[in-house]
């Protein structure tokens, strides 16, 4: 899952466009419990506004330009 997501990011993602952490949930209960069925999630940190798994390059697109990036 997390490699068809990235696969996704890498063709629309421009550089610059915006930047990407990863974030390992395993170690954390909180993001665990909130995060388990929709994983991989892109959230915005500005807005709090997230994305989550299954997404494609259209999804992403427009989460982007609703964010402000990209």
Excluded at 3 to 12: K, P, R
Excluded at 51 to 70: M, Q, T
Aim: proline share 6%; net charge negative; with cysteine.
């Amino acid at each position: 899952m997390c490699e068809h997501a990235i696969a996704v990011l890498q063709s629309v993602l421009q550089p610059g466009d915006a930047e990407v952490d990863l974030v390992d949930i395993a170690f954390d209960d909180r993001l665990l419990e909130r995060y388990a069925t929709s994983i991989p999630v892109l959230r915005a940190p500005a807005s709090g506004k997230e994305l989550g798994w299954p997404f494609n390059e259209s999804d992403l697109r427009r989460y982007l330009k609703d964010v402000g990036a990209g």
